[in-house]
């Protein structure tokens, strides 16, 4: 049985009255670097007893799209005029060995096998309803005010074409069936224009606030990433994912374990690239620069958003800039 209450997204806009308010809407309306908030109606509790074990074991991973027309729109890429804005992260430092090499590119994603720790403690899986049914992608959190956002792909959070997807929840840390912190649910969402009215994925980002759960916010419990935006498109990422399967494929990938791929990024048009085979599932997940071991945390410059061809192993991210800042501002303060 799915969740059936009411809700309706608003566009986030300054506070003005009357004529003035009106304008600044339509303002923001045409801009595709706007954010777009969807404010949830849904109790919390509700939404947790939503998520019973057998849905979650049948809820179907997000594929991450191969390229399409929607991909190369003719929408501009995101705008640089913001000011660059940054954060580190914080946590728990790393007490054992991690299943990767600092220096050596791993494209042919692996396990990774330090759990309880960052930074797999901050990524996890998101749990959502799609009007298809149920499905699920992958999230981190992220330095915020309310210390309760987590960032994944704009296709998790909405279909593109003005709706939103709903029963949102949290699961850090999850590997083969265990969920070692427990689960948040959903306040609130935001993802940009260009994304939520036309599905452009120079804009396929997303930030959610979580409610506390059992009185907790949840970076404080499992910590938290950093993030850059409006920087560079040149880093040396590690990529983490939940994948269903692979591109190009290959046997044992099953989505019950938290994957990695760490190799160097460029510029791909408006968009970033990575070399990672991570599939299905995968989608919303963090790529970290500057991940060190020893703290356990890096800098969020990108998510996993599609791949181009179903042979290669190249992934895409948008690139963090106006957009990816008005979408992070629309929900710190939440």
Known sequence: ????????????????????ANAAAATKA???NAAVVQQSTQDAKDVQAYWTPERMRSAVPMPVPAASASALSSVPAQTHKLPAMSAPGFGKAATSGFGADSVQDVTQSGVWTAHGQMPASTVGKLYFTTPKGNSECTASVIAS??????????????????????????VPDYHDGVWPYGSWVWKSASTPTAYLNGRNFDYDVAAITLWPSNGRKVADVVGWQGYK???????FAYEFGYPYDTHPARAGINGQQLRYCAAGTWQAGGQQAIHCDQGHGAS?????????????????????????????DEERSPHFGDAAVNVYNAQTNV
Not at 284 to 312: I, K
Request: proline share 5%; net charge negative.
């Open 1 to 20: 049985m799915q969740l059936k209450k009411m809700i309706v997204p608003m566009l986030a806009v300054v506070a003005l009255t009357g004529a003035g």
């Open 30 to 32: 045409k801009d595709p």
């Open 145 to 170: 005010n309310n210390h309760s956002m987590i960032w994944t792909a704009g296709h998790c959070a909405s279909d593109g074409a003005g709706h939103w997807y709903t029963n949102f929840q949290f």
């Open 229 to 235: 935006f409006n920087w560079g498109y040149n880093w």
């Open 284 to 312: 919303g997940g963090p790529w970290l620069d500057d991940l060190q071991f020893a703290r356990g945390w890096g800098y969020l410059v990108g998510n996993v958003s599609y791949h181009p061809y179903e042979w290669s």
